[in-house]
Nanobody
Framework: VQLVESGGGLVQSGGSLRLSCAASGRTFSGYAVAWFRQAPGKEREFVAAISWNDGRTAYADSVKGRFTISRHNAKNTVYLQMSSPKPEDTATYYC????????????????WGQGTRVTVSS
């Protein structure tokens, strides 16, 4: 499956931004889809994940209550709604997928998008 992220850009702190991850080549059915992010000079970290089939979700503590991951079956797309972003959320955001379970372990994800950059201004 090929993943294409979009929706990144510049947003003010306290605003909102929605990232999209679209699948091509096949549907997300049976997959776990996650968002990771990597800030300059830092390691990539887990943000959120969703199980396509049953909608179960998981979040990093740093974004819980502010970000929401969701899916749109007909559009075969996963979203990351970023509400009240902070400057420390500035990073390149990557979509990833695997055919197992939702996990924060990036090594378990086989498919990755190219990333979309998000900059949060204070």
């Amino acid at each position: 499956v090929q993943l294409v992220e979009s929706g990144g850009g510049l947003v003010q702190s306290g605003g909102s931004l929605r990232l999209s991850c679209a699948a091509s080549g096949r549907t997300f059915s049976g997959y776990a889809v996650a968002w990771f992010r990597q800030a300059p000079g830092k390691e990539r970290e887990f943000v959120a994940a969703i199980s396509w089939n049953d909608g179960r979700t998981a979040y990093a503590d740093s974004v819980k209550g502010r970000f929401t991951i969701s899916r749109h079956n007909a559009k075969n797309t996963v979203y990351l709604q970023m509400s009240s972003p902070k400057p420390e959320d500035t990073a390149t955001y990557y979509c990833a997928a695997n055919r197992r379970v939702i996990t924060a372990d990036e090594g378990q994800y086989n498919y990755w998008g190219q990333g979309t950059r998000v900059t949060v201004s204070s």
